[in-house]
């Protein structure tokens, strides 16, 4: 007979698991002996919560539910900021915890913390496997819940006396699960209103960037000829260089791409999930708003459409440009302000201060990275600069987290693009306050052998908060630091570094990095006394990018 972690294992290797991201504790050591004898890869990591940030950019990127693994109590806990990533993120993922022998208690209450109560308002459910026999069910379920509309974590702990009784018991196939097409009468009362519509404009949101649909969504813009913008998260959906792209909205107002979007008398809203700051704010005396998504809508005080179509996306919106191609007379309305908008968001790109401003800096990696590059970026003040003028040529090349919007991801979300992804160039972005929150994991990716360059900008301070600190009015206070030398840290866990000296020494040093292999952090020093200047006083000032067409 075999034992309860070698059902485990066998029911992850029956759902497609590659890799299980980990971090084991004794409570595992059944489990880790079963993965010995398995075909599943052995991540270890350094932290715990680096290990759920890898599983869940798995999912991210795959659609399938990434995979970590840790021990109980403290490692548990640890995966808690991971669970809400994935959960407000929409990332499948499935999290293994153990847990002391629940069918005797020879150390009492020892670490022994109720990890599934702790786990169940962060996930899509959590729950303790309670028998070997089981095993097959609860997996398959797990699976099947963390993949399917709305994608997120679920927690599974399996006990240490469960993981290693005997057990015998049939795993459970998976099968396909389909989306239901939105009703007829759905795609009649959009269609109704789209016809009407003197200013369309489409959004694409965060659920617009599942893998799945990059095809139907281009082929969607291109059919109806209305011109787009996107969310943080729902960038690339639909290629940046569309000459029907208008930009991101990586504001909740006043940015450039607002002059669109104020003047919109309707708004094809396309997989938005409420979790993202809001893109807009709908008012009363607002654009209308079309919700197509595989979930309805979420109400919320600036988020209320006037019209829904819920179902399989993709069904759906062929069916709306079945109904309306060619026949939208209103389509490009909005078009004549393109061009100045992103003339407007190029504006200093090039410009050879130095330190160097967010605006060339996000120009100079643009110029690095090939159109199927991947750019994975911590959370900080570069976030916006990136989300603003970064141009994305197909869907996940930035991946962004404008959800829980955590500090600390970034470079284990690029450690698990570059497993998916060896043969694309990978590039982490990390503000120095983000990087250092798990720059333990450098060594991970040298110990795997990747090719992983890591941009660490250096402002010492925690700089979005600085800005937030002085546009609120604040004194300047508290949030200064000191940061080690990064070229010799790098160097310390067996990587390569390398500083940026010049404005122009960017480009170059990006391109030795990735010309050299392996995994090479590249520093370079960021003025973000733009933050002010643009993201405040010039949109707040500034005469709307088209008077012309204002005048219309």
Request: glycine fraction near 2%; hydrophobic fraction near 45%.
């Given at each position: 007979m075999s034992k309860g972690s070698d059902l485990f294992v066998a029911a992850l290797e029956n759902e497609g698991a590659e890799c299980i991201f980990a971090l084991p504790g004794e409570e595992n050591l059944d489990v880790i002996e079963s993965l010995r004898h398995s075909k599943i890869k052995l991540v270890l990591t350094r932290h715990e919560q680096a290990a759920g940030f890898m599983a869940a950019t798995y999912g991210r990127l795959t659609g399938r539910a990434g995979v970590c693994l840790t021990t109980l109590g403290p490692g548990a806990l640890n995966l808690t900021t991971s669970a809400a990533y994935a959960h407000l993120g929409a990332m499948p993922m499935v999290m293994i915890t153990g847990q002391k022998a629940i069918r005797s208690s020879r150390q009492a209450r020892f670490q022994i913390v109720d990890i599934v109560a702790t786990m169940r308002p962060l996930t899509k459910m959590a729950t303790q496997i309670g028998s070997a026999q089981s095993i097959p069910t609860h997996v398959r379920d797990a699976f099947r819940i963390a993949q399917q509309e709305r994608p997120g974590?679920?927690?599974?702990?399996?006990?240490?006396?469960?993981?290693?009784?005997?057990?015998?018991?049939?795993?459970?196939?998976?099968?396909?699960?389909d989306v239901p097409v939105a009703p007829q009468s759905a795609i009649d009362r959009a269609a109704e209103l789209i016809a009407r519509a003197q200013r369309p404009l489409v959004m694409l949101g965060a659920a617009a960037s599942r893998p799945r649909l990059a095809e139907p969504l281009s082929t969607f813009v291109r059919r109806m000829g209305i011109p787009f913008f996107n969310t943080q998260m729902g960038k690339g959906a639909v290629n940046g260089g569309s000459n029907l792209y208008m930009g991101t909205a990586a504001l909740s107002e006043r940015d450039w791409v607002h002059e669109a979007i104020d003047r919109a008398d309707l708004i094809i809203s396309i997989g938005h999930d409420t979790i993202e700051k809001p893109p807009f704010l709908m008012g009363t005396q607002g654009p209308q708003v079309i919700h197509i998504g595989a979930t309805p809508a979420t109400v919320e005080q600036v988020y209320f459409p006037q019209a829904e179509i819920i179902g399989e996306v993709g069904a759906g919106i062929a069916l709306l440009a079945d109904r309306l191609e060619g026949r939208l007379p209103n389509a490009a309305a909005l078009l004549g302000?393109?061009?100045?908008?992103?003339?407007?968001?190029?504006?200093?790109?090039?410009?050879?201060?130095?330190?160097?401003?967010?605006?060339?800096?996000?120009?100079?990696?643009?110029?690095?990275?090939?159109?199927?590059?991947?750019?994975?970026?911590?959370?900080?003040?570069?976030?916006?600069?990136?989300?603003?003028?970064?141009?994305?040529?197909?869907?996940?090349?930035?991946?962004?987290?404008?959800?829980l919007a955590t500090m600390g991801a970034g470079l284990p979300s690029a450690i698990a693009a570059s497993l998916l992804n060896p043969k694309r160039r990978v590039l982490a972005v990390c503000g120095d306050g983000g990087f250092m929150m798990n720059s333990q994991e450098m060594e991970t990716a040298v110990r795997l052998g990747l090719n992983l360059v890591v941009l660490v900008l250096e402002d010492n301070a925690y700089g979005m908060i600085r800005w937030k600190q002085e546009v609120d009015g604040f004194a300047d206070f508290g949030l200064r630091f000191g940061n080690p030398d990064f070229v010799a840290y790098a160097k310390a866990y067996g990587a390569k570094g390398s500083r940026v000296s010049s404005a122009a020494g960017l480009v170059a040093g990006l391109e030795a990095a990735f010309g050299g292999g392996g995994v090479h952090l590249v520093v370079v020093p960021v003025d973000y006394s733009e933050n002010i200047r643009v993201l405040v006083h010039e949109l707040r000032t500034a005469k709307p990018v088209s008077d012309a067409f204002s005048k219309q």
């Open positions: 974590p679920v927690h599974l702990e399996l006990p240490e006396d469960i993981a290693a009784e005997n057990a015998e018991a049939a795993l459970v196939p998976p099968h396909a699960v302000l393109r061009e100045a908008i992103l003339a407007r968001l190029a504006d200093r790109a090039e410009e050879d201060r130095f330190p160097l401003t967010p605006q060339r800096v996000v120009h100079d990696v643009r110029s690095v990275m090939p159109h199927d590059g991947i750019v994975t970026l911590d959370n900080g003040m570069y976030k916006i600069w990136f989300a603003r003028n970064y141009r994305t040529a197909v869907a996940n090349t930035l991946l962004l987290d404008n959800a």
